[in-house]
């Protein structure tokens, strides 16, 4: 019987292990993608509203994102002339390849570009 208790006890520490570095390894993924690069273009704004709800408002400094948290702030960098602003994140998409945000129309003053620009994405600090 006490054969059968060690065994359980061992089957417990490893399932518990392998759960602790399955978290463990999201969270360092999680890390490394705190930087991204891609192309951004300007939102379109059509529908009205966003995808979290919102308006859609043209002079607002929001963006759509695929994957992070609507309230995320991001700090866009136009790779081109090293203009950078920070966003918040309040739609999804782009749903083009190769692109990696959509800013608003005021955003894409604010970095100074029209059209497609190449850029790099990270997390901005919480104060901005």
Do not use: C, Y
Not at 63 to 90: E, K
């Amino acid at each position: 019987m006490k054969f059968l208790e060690t065994d359980a006890t061992l089957v417990g520490l490893a399932v518990a292990s392998i759960l602790f570095v399955g978290l463990a390894s999201t969270a360092t993924a999680a890390q490394q993608r705190q930087e991204e690069s891609g192309i951004a273009a300007i939102h379109s704004g059509k529908g009205g509203k966003t995808t979290s709800g919102e308006a859609f408002k043209p002079e607002s400094m929001t963006a759509a994102h695929r994957s992070l948290p609507f309230g995320t702030m991001v700090r866009v960098t136009n790779n081109q002339n090293g203009r950078s602003i920070v966003v918040r994140i309040n739609d999804r998409g782009p749903f083009t390849r190769g692109r990696v945000i959509d800013v608003t129309p005021a955003a894409a003053r604010a970095l100074g570009f029209s059209g497609l620009v190449p850029v790099k994405l990270s997390l901005a600090a919480p104060d901005g």
